[in-house]
């Protein structure tokens, strides 16, 4: 059996996830003021209503302006990633594939743990490679 060859993938922020976020923040706004013209609320709490989604979207958008940057290497038999204080080996495990997006978690034997969205379109040349060393 052949062993995926080393590469090395420069994670940043996935565009298409703050998109997502934002598209969801804005149906939530929509809902709101649909269910608040078809029921009888009071203007308290619509606002308390309002103040809440307004605070969830706010949430998932520092959130991602928080998800973790960093360079992601495999040399052929262990994972490294420069987003911890040291770069040791550390254990990469898979936890959805949707072709051109990957979620993984990166393990340090410390404990830490980083959740990354790995995305084609942040390293198209780089993408299969990728891809081979993480089924592998």
């Not at 995926?4 to 976020?21: D, G, I, K």
């Not at 958008?61 to 204080?85: I, K, N, P, V």
């Not at 040349?125 to 060393?133: D, G, M, N, V």
Request: glycine share 8%.
């Amino acid at each position: 059996m052949h062993r995926a060859p080393t590469v090395s993938y420069r994670v940043v922020r996935s565009v298409r996830h703050l998109a997502l976020v934002v598209l969801l923040w804005v149906i939530g706004l929509f809902a709101l003021l649909l269910f608040g013209a078809t029921q009888a609320l009071s203007p308290i709490e619509m606002m308390a209503i309002g103040l809440g989604t307004t605070l969830c979207g706010a949430t998932a958008c520092w959130g991602w302006q928080r998800s973790s940057e960093g360079l992601l290497c495999w040399d052929g038999t262990h994972w490294h990633w420069d987003g911890f204080a040291d770069e040791s080996a550390c254990n990469l495990v898979l936890r959805m594939d949707l072709q051109g997006l990957l979620l993984v978690t990166v393990a340090h034997p410390a404990g830490q743990l980083s959740w990354l969205w790995l995305s084609r379109n942040a390293a198209d040349a780089q993408w299969r490679a990728l891809r081979r060393a993480v089924v592998a």
